[in-house]
């Protein structure tokens, strides 16, 4: 089948969870038209077509070279009849009819903006867009009822829009250690999420806070909200006690899905860096007010773990949440376990495994390790 030297077959294993995907992405822009596809889905409330769009997107981030030919693809995993048609039409005609009216649609272009607000999801925006309310303008004004994240996402969309840079996140970071070095001596922060993936930008800053005695961490959070309140750096949170008892919440158990730590969804009033590229001048995206705002503000998400969950943790809030969805899928179908962000349980065993690191999460899972910067699937 090889046609001369240039030509070459790809292969890869049908899990996003058993394959290495670096942040170098030799096919962006096949994969930009069908994570488009994949949000045009998810925000019709097709989650189902959304993941398969998803997966076929990241078999394509796993290729060592451009595509440049359908034929390459035979016997891919992932690749279904529609993602392999969007495919084709790009790699013969330079664009996909179906992806470029998507990316024009007035519904596709106002679950964007709606949903591009802090705390609004796919159902409230869609609610939204039936009740005539299509754009941000309709929305200060029309004012339904908005609740506190709402109000908070509104107030600073431009920012919370605008990509955090990784010196921002460092920042940040340097923030978060010193209230949680103040309110527990010996509690350890990790930054987790894409920036430990080795994203140079995000949409927001995660980290993981734990103590190396089971058990002191309880708590933490009210105690970190209430240090980083008095020096005026919040500008929104919440806050969520820890409802995670093994057993009954295990993950042997359906509502295993969702996190039971205690955690803390917040925006962040960063001071802006005046340093920053002295004699640089703003860019034309940053309106005169932007540029005179001495801060921004930035989304941050905090998550305390105990110490004997946090290899779970770290590996169910490293990302990417596709890399995420495929160990979870993994575990499940391949080793009949079932595997959370606090723990993981063998079904035929029926009991749990430990793990004080992820390198044992993943030889648990008959997994070869995967390090951080090579789960961006
Ligand atoms: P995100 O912060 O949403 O994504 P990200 O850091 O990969 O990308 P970005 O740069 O755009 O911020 O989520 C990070 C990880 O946290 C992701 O793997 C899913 C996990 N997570 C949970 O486990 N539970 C939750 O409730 C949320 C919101 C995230
Ligand atoms: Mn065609
Ligand atoms: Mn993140
Ligand atoms: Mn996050």
Redesign the pocket.
């Known amino acids: 089948q090889r046609r001369g030297a240039e030509f070459v077959m790809f292969s890869v294993p049908s899990y996003a969870c058993q394959r290495r995907t670096s942040l170098d992405n030799r096919n962006a822009v096949l994969t930009d038209a069908l994570s488009l596809l994949a949000d045009n889905a998810e925000l019709s409330g097709d989650e189902g077509r959304g993941v398969a769009f998803r997966r076929a997107a990241a078999v394509l981030k796993a290729l060592p070279k451009p595509v440049t030919d359908t034929t390459q693809l035979r016997g891919l995993p992932c690749l279904g009849e529609h993602s392999l048609r969007v495919i084709k039409d790009i790699l013969e005609d330079g664009a996909s009819d179906e992806v470029e009216s998507t990316r024009r649609s007035e519904r596709y272009k106002a679950l964007k903006v709606l949903t591009g607000v802090f705390g609004v999801g796919v159902k409230t925006a869609d609610r939204w867009i039936r009740e005539g309310i299509r754009d941000l303008q309709r929305l200060r004004d029309s004012g339904p009822a908005l609740n506190r994240a709402q109000q908070a996402g509104l107030q600073h969309y431009d920012d919370l829009n605008q990509?955090?840079t990784r010196a921002e996140a460092d920042a940040i970071a340097e923030i978060v250690e010193r209230a949680v070095a103040s309110v527990l001596p010996g509690a350890q922060t990790t930054l987790?999420?894409?920036?430990?993936?080795g994203?140079l930008?995000?949409?927001?800053?995660?980290f993981l806070i734990t103590h190396p005695e089971e058990g002191r961490e309880e708590g933490l959070v009210p105690k970190v909200v209430s240090w980083l309140e008095s020096e005026g750096v919040l500008l929104y949170q919440k806050t969520a006690r820890n409802s995670y008892l093994e057993g009954r919440d295990g993950p042997g158990r359906p509502s295993s899905s969702?996190?039971r730590f205690e955690?803390c969804?917040s925006i962040f009033k960063l001071p802006r860096e005046e340093k920053r590229g002295a004699g640089q001048t703003h860019g034309a995206a940053c309106g005169p007010e932007a540029g005179h705002k001495p801060w921004r503000a930035v989304?941050v998400?905090l998550?305390v773990s105990p110490v004997s969950q946090f290899a779970f943790a770290l590996l169910?809030?490293?990302?990417?949440?596709l890399?995420?969805r495929e160990l979870r899928r993994w575990a499940r179908h391949e080793k009949a376990m079932s595997l959370s962000?606090h723990a993981l349980y063998d079904n035929k065993q029926r009991r749990y495994l430990r793990a004080a690191s992820e390198e044992e999460i993943f030889a648990h899972l008959g997994l070869e390790f995967i390090p951080p910067s090579e789960r961006n699937a």
């Open positions: 990509p955090v987790t999420g894409g920036f430990r993936r994203k930008t995000g949409h927001d800053v995660d969702m996190d955690t969804f989304r998400d998550v169910g809030w490293t990302g990417s949440k890399f995420e962000s």
